[in-house]
T-cell receptor
Framework: IAGITQAPTSQILAAGRRMTLRCTQD?????MYWYRQDLGLGLRLIHY???????GKGEVPDGYSVSRANTDDFPLTLASAVPSQTSVYFC?????????????FGPGTRLTVL | GQNIDQPTEMTATEGAIVQINCTYQ??????LFWYQQHAGEAPTFLSY??LDGLEEKGRFSSFLSRSKGYSYLLLKELQMKDSASYLC??????????WGAGTKLIIKP
């Protein structure tokens, strides 16, 4: 059982380019989340999905979009990357949303936008 | 408003005990989580408290006081592998996690 996988592990991207970060979980969790982690700041929620077919905005959604076509996959897209989007991105999942279910994290994607 | 605070860095000695504090303010509260994050890795779940008191899990214990908006993580018999960042996060009234910036724990031999 892999849990949550993310791809790529790291990426250097030119500003203005489009980029999709991939996230797949095999735990049949209903809820999935995207966070960014920056030095000196706590994890910040970008977007979330309570169940397949639904998505919602988190604390810092601007410049990002997500989709949830099925239970397993939750890609994050940067339509036109900017240097302020340089960060480490973590995907997470939990059994259900609207509950105190533990969130489990993927290994992260380190993104640098130049 | 909501906020959460924890020390940026702490240093302790192998074999000793260390307490990492976390204070928070929120109008809606559904529990407090602690996660461990080794450098370059994903956060991993350590503990969850929703009721006041101490929860013990092996060498790690977590305490919560809801009235004081205060939690701590207690690590006993420190090992070098405990060198990591420790993240506290409370779950707000919308069941979203609000994260502290993390405490980097350095263990010295």
């Amino acid at each position: 059982i892999a849990g949550i996988t993310q791809a790529p592990t790291s990426q250097i991207l030119a500003a203005g380019r489009r980029m999709t970060l991939r996230c797949t979980q095999d735990m049949r969790h209903n809820a999935m989340y995207w966070y960014r982690q920056d030095l000196g700041l706590g994890l910040r929620l970008i977007h979330y999905s309570n169940t397949a077919g639904t998505t919602g905005k988190g604390e810092v959604p601007d410049g990002y979009s997500v989709s949830r076509a099925n239970t397993d996959d939750f890609p994050l897209t940067l339509a036109s990357a900017v240097p302020s989007q340089t960060s480490v991105y973590f995907c997470a999942s939990s059994l259900n949303s609207g509950s105190t279910d533990t969130q489990y994290f993927g290994p992260g994607t380190r993104l640098t936008v130049l | 408003g909501q906020n959460i605070d924890q020390p940026t860095e702490m240093t302790a000695t192998e074999g000793a005990i260390v307490q990492i504090n976390c204070t928070y303010q929120t109008s809606g509260f559904n529990g407090l989580f602690w996660y461990q994050q080794h450098a370059g890795e994903a956060p991993t779940f350590l503990s969850y408290n929703v009721l006041d008191g101490l929860e013990e899990k092996g060498r790690f214990s977590s305490f919560l006081s809801r009235s004081k908006g205060y939690s701590y993580l207690l690590l006993k018999e420190l090992q070098m592998k405990d060198s990591a960042s420790y993240l506290c996060a409370f779950m707000d009234s919308n069941y979203q996690l609000i994260w502290g910036a993390g405490t980097k724990l350095i263990i010295k031999p």
